[in-house]
Each structure stands twice: as structure tokens, then as C-alpha cells.
């Protein structure tokens, strides 16, 4: 079975904190995504990789970054935590569109 | 662009009735289309898919779903609901499009089972 595992399942920062959150990924996906999910908007994109060391935005990327130095890890950073960037994460890979994508469990963060 | 629609925020059915999901997407081409299940406090587990072939699709958990091109659905079905089917449901589309193969949720469906 693919496994995604996302690092943290609850954190809590502080407004104005580094914040890393990471996710690995152990079928060799060339695909990576991050997704944020709220309540009545569903699943948002945030970037998205294809490769190592590339990335795309997505819908929704500003106040975010993300690392990808190997293919089966990609880190979703948020440069300055600020409360409107508490939600739920999710992290997915794939292989090709036609697979669809695999999610980790998701990290729950709150931003006080 | 693709999108997704899911016209129904929240269901309500009873154990043991039959269950229907919507689902309207905008695409120009045929699209890929998903359907994903998150149980509460969980990630989302793939359920079915459809890229091409028969348009009925069967999946997991004893879920369906049929393409209709002519109505942009790709509405999900299960003939008789489990209490353990309670959870909400995401359907998502894809386009192929080297480098950029994303895909697209709608706001979700949460299902509530009442015995």
C-alpha cells in the first residue's frame, strides 16, 4: 500500500513562527501536493510538485513556500504563522493523473 | 480551467436506503474524475475513478459511479448505506497536462446515517 506520512498530526504556533510541516511519501511518486482544508471550501491547492526542486503554485499560495530536495519528501513552510493560516493540511502524491493521488492523514494547525 | 461542483453540503439517509451523491464538473475534454471518502479526523481514501471506458465504474466499499458527458455528472451511488458509511465525500477532476496534472475538489458532501 502507498504510504504518505505526514509529520504532525496537531501543532500549535504561534503567530509570527517559522512553521514547517513535512511529508514523506515511500512509492517514488514524481507528484507531490499540498492541499489546506476548511470548512465549506473544501480541499484548496497550495503547490504542487512534479520533481525535485521544481514546484507550481497552486490556488491559494500566498504566506506559503515549499522545499522539495528529494522525491520523497516535500515540506510546506509557512514564513510568518499568521491565525488565518489555521486549518487542516493535507498532503497527497501520485504517480500520474490516472491514479489519482494518495493522502497522508493531515496535520491540524492552529495559529494563536 | 477545471472545476467541481457539489451541490449538496450535507445528506441525510437511513441505514439501509439507497444514496446518491452529485456531482457537476466544467472541463472542455473528457476529464479524470474521483471520488474520495474522509472519515472524520482522517485523510481522504480514493474510491473510484473514471478516465475512460465504461461508464459505470464500480469502486471500493461497495460504491458506484456514472459518467454522464451530455450532463457534466459523475454522480456516486451505493444502493444500501452501512452506519459506517457516515463521513463526507469529496468528488475532484483532473486534466492531463504534462507538468501540471492537479487535481481539482469540489466543497464536499457530509453524510449522516440515521438507524
Known amino acids: 500500500d502507498v504510504k504518505v506520512t505526514q509529520s504532525s498530526r496537531y501543532l500549535v504556533k504561534r503567530t509570527g513562527e517559522k512553521v514547517f510541516l513535512e511529508c514523506v511519501q515511500d512509492m517514488d511518486h514524481e507528484n507531490m501536493f499540498w492541499y489546506r482544508q476548511d470548512p465549506g471550501l473544501g480541499l484548496r491547492l497550495i503547490y504542487f510538485s512534479y520533481d525535485v526542486k521544481m514546484k507550481e503554485k497552486g490556488d491559494i499560495p500566498e504566506g506559503y513556500s515549499v522545499s522539495r530536495e528529494k522525491k520523497e519528501r516535500f515540506s510546506l513552510i509557512l514564513e510568518s504563522a499568521s491565525t488565518n493560516q489555521t486549518s487542516m493540511y493535507l498532503c497527497a502524491s501520485g504517480s500520474s493523473i490516472e491514479a489519482g493521488a494518495f493522502f497522508g492523514q493531515g496535520t491540524r494547525l492552529t495559529v494563536v | 480551467a477545471q472545476s467541481v461542483t457539489q451541490p449538496d453540503i450535507h445528506i441525510t439517509v437511513s441505514e439501509g436506503a439507497s444514496l446518491e451523491l452529485r456531482c457537476n464538473y466544467s472541463y472542455g475534454a473528457t476529464p479524470y474524475l474521483f471520488w474520495y471518502v474522509q472519515s472524520p479526523g482522517q485523510g481522504l481514501q480514493l474510491l473510484l475513478k473514471y478516465f475512460s471506458g465504461d461508464t459505470l465504474v464500480q469502486g471500493i466499499k461497495g460504491f458506484e459511479a456514472e459518467f454522464k458527458r451530455s450532463q457534466s455528472s459523475f454522480n456516486l451511488r451505493k444502493p444500501s448505506v452501512h452506519w459506517s458509511d457516515a463521513a463526507e465525500y469529496f468528488c475532484?477532476?483532473?486534466?492531463?497536462?504534462?507538468?501540471?496534472?492537479?487535481?481539482?475538489f469540489g466543497t464536499g458532501t457530509r453524510l449522516t446515517i440515521i438507524p
Open positions: 475532484a477532476v483532473g486534466a492531463p497536462n504534462f507538468g501540471n496534472e492537479k487535481l481539482t
